[in-house]
């Protein structure tokens, strides 16, 4: 079993910036998955979940990919060490606002397109205001 746990949600101002964390824990994730696939995705109000970015850990050399929408504006990183991701989001838009995921998977994810993940963790908000 992995759980993963996000943080650094907050309520912000346009343009600011700020980072999420998430966590993971799990016999299955230190034995099989820090050679895989995290992502980060995010739901807004009224609309469906949508990936944000990847990241390939391990053997996947770190790769990472990005949706068209954060691509420039955020930077998502991995420590094996902590067993942690990060999300660094700069020049937040109010359609940045949302509950953000963080995710895992069992195998690489190779391009920039939608993949199903078969971990999931709460979710953590965060709010751009105008």
């Known amino acids: 079993q992995v759980e993963l746990l996000e943080s650094g949600g907050d309520s912000v101002q346009v343009g600011e910036s700020l980072k999420l964390s998430c966590r993971a824990s799990?016999?299955?994730?230190?034995?099989?998955?820090?050679?895989?696939?995290m992502g980060w995705f995010r739901q807004a109000p009224g609309k469906e979940r949508e990936w944000i970015a990847y990241?390939?850990?391990?053997?996947?050399?770190?790769?990472?990919h990005y949706t068209d929408s954060v691509r420039g504006r955020f930077t998502i990183s991995q420590d094996n060490v902590k067993n942690t991701i990060a999300l660094e989001m700069s020049g937040l838009k109010p359609e940045d606002t949302g509950s953000y995921f963080c995710?895992?998977?069992?195998?690489?994810?190779?391009?920039?397109?939608?993949?199903?993940?078969?971990?999931w963790g709460q979710g953590t908000q965060v709010t751009v205001s105008s």
């Open positions: 995710a895992a998977r069992r195998l690489w994810c190779l391009d920039s397109i939608p993949y199903d993940f078969t971990y």
């Open positions: 799990g016999d299955d994730f230190e034995t099989k998955l820090r050679s895989h696939c």
């Open positions: 990241i390939n850990g391990g053997r996947g050399g770190g790769s990472k």
